[in-house]
């Protein structure tokens, strides 16, 4: 079984910070590829940012320049910084685990719970 704890979420102001955390754990024993998801209401789940286990990075057009993703390969989680946050933001984020375990050796995509990030003033 393979777990994902997401934290760091929370009620900012426009123009604050925020850092998200996603650890992976339990049967897991590669990672590819980790990311962040987002999903506002009534809207799709949308990419922000993703990152391999060479340290390239992905981000979407609307959080480049504000939002780093970054990973700690060792202990197998996963950071936002989420930097000069805007309404627009506000949104449930994902992790997102590209990786292989017990029950899944060829590999599979792991999801968080989500955690919630709002932007408001």
């Known amino acids: 079984q393979v777990q994902l704890v997401e934290s760091g979420g929370g009620l900012v102001q426009p123009g604050g910070s925020l850092r998200l955390s996603c650890a992976a754990s339990?049967?897991?024993?590669?990672?590819?590829?980790m990311g962040w998801y987002r999903q506002a209401p009534g809207k799709e789940r949308e990419l922000v940012a993703t990152?391999?286990?060479?340290?390239?990075?992905n981000d979407a057009e609307s959080v480049k320049g504000r939002f780093t993703i970054s990973r700690d390969n060792a202990k197998n989680t996963m950071y936002l910084q989420m930097n000069s946050l805007i309404p627009e933001d506000t949104a449930v984020y994902y992790c997102?685990?590209?990786?292989?375990?017990?029950?899944?050796?060829?590999?599979?995509?792991?999801w968080g719970q989500g955690t919630q990030v709002t932007v408001s003033s």
């Open positions: 339990g049967s897991i024993f590669s990672i590819n590829a």
């Open positions: 990152i391999t286990s060479r340290g390239s990075t």
């Open positions: 997102n685990v590209q990786g292989r375990s017990l029950e899944r050796p060829h590999g599979y995509n792991y």
